[in-house]
């Protein structure tokens, strides 16, 4: 059963909307991630949850109790922002313990609660410093802390790692999942970062104008998304638009031009309705004419552009069906209008609206 629901929300600025008819549910000690671009909505989704912003139409309900009206001060959520927002006059134990104190909580009850959580965070033997003499990561430790020691029903992420450097941000979103789990605390987390929100969550929903394009879990989403958009989002570089299609058995028959493609039916794919081809540069086989021979699936074409990644060169292929993007790992690059093939193996194309 989900512990949080959104139905049919509206959101508007000015009379512009943000968010129409917006649906989400999440399960019990799941950790959900709203990823998406500038403006998608996902920012203004988190800000409602959180009751920084109401809603025009719809309902949110946490646990079968309706917080539409909730105001922010009576919803017991932790909130961690992207610029931490820690008081640099006070102490670490005093930033942990400030929302307790809101509380009423006091004394020893207070003392353990905020020594249990800084131990969690690993921050034990922090408690007398001041945030400037904290790295960028152990402020942010203080923020999911001082988040967490209130002992919330839900916890927010707003962007929690763009303010940190790329080893860093690796380590956090560790200690971010590590934590999560350790304690079961459902958790909504905001990110335009791809690898940051894969990596730690049970779903994923990728946000388009104010809509959920598609919503699962990272694995399925990364090997196969539904649309065009969510597949371009999610490093989709190549796209073929098919004429026909014949759905057999175990596979999609498909053609385009005189070219016969096959796709090859999966559970995880879903119903795969479109008629759009859609594969990765990595996932195209790249060869010489005599390495791969023709037939289905196969596209003859020169090399146009070639660019050096460091494991594997990248090429541009010039073709009849248009310019494809793949990825090789070789020792000496192919010249420029060398002639080669491209097999697109039928369990990595995938068919996205």
């Known amino acids: ?28 000690g799941n950790l959900i991630s709203l990823l998406g671009p500038s403006g998608c909505g996902k920012t203004t989704t988190l800000r409602l949850i959180a009751g920084f912003l109401e809603a025009k139409a719809g309902k ?23 610029s931490y927002a820690l008081f640099p006059h006070l102490s670490i134990y005093d930033n942990v313990a400030f929302g307790l104190r809101l509380r009423k909580v006091s004394g020893a009850e207070l003392d353990r609660r905020v020594r249990n959580i800084l131990d969690t965070v690993s921050l034990s033997g922090f408690e007398n410093r001041y945030p400037k003499e904290l790295s960028g990561g152990q402020r942010q430790r203080v923020a999911i802390a001082r988040a967490l020691v209130i002992e919330p029903e839900l916890l927010l992420f707003d962007e929690p790692l763009s303010n940190l450097d790329a080893n860093l941000r690796i380590n956090m979103r560790v200690e971010i999942r590590r934590i999560q789990q350790e304690l079961g605390i459902t958790t909504v987390y905001v990110s335009h970062d791809q690898e940051e929100c894969f990596s730690i969550s049970d779903q994923v929903a990728i946000m388009n104008k104010g809509i959920i394009e598609q919503l699962g879990a990272p694995a399925t989403i990364f090997k196969y998304p539904k649309t065009e958009f969510v597949a371009r989002f999610i490093g989709f570089t190549n796209f073929i638009a098919f004429d026909t299609r014949n759905d057999e058995n175990e596979m999609i028959a498909l053609k385009v031009k005189d070219y016969m493609f096959t796709v090859t039916k999966h559970a995880s794919k879903g119903e795969q309705s479109g008629m759009q081809g859609a594969i990765r540069p990595d996932d195209v086989i790249l060869g010489m004419p005599g390495e791969i021979e023709e037939g289905p699936n196969v596209l003859t074409g020169r090399i146009k552009v070639s660019t050096f990644l460091g494991r594997s060169y990248q090429y541009v292929v010039e073709t009849m069906l ?24 039928s369990e990595k194309l995938v068919l996205v609206e």
């Open 60 to 82: 949110f309900a946490l646990n079968g109790k309706d917080y539409t009206r909730i105001p922010v001060s009576k919803r017991n959520f932790g909130f961690v922002f992207q």
């Open 1 to 28: 059963m989900a512990l949080l629901t959104l139905e049919n929300i509206s959101v508007a600025y000015d009379q512009q909307y943000i968010l129409k008819d917006f649906n989400l549910s999440v399960e019990k």
């Open 322 to 345: 248009g310019d494809i993007t793949v990825n090789k790992e070789m020792e000496l690059p192919y010249p420029s209008s060398q002639e080669v093939r491209l097999h697109f193996p």
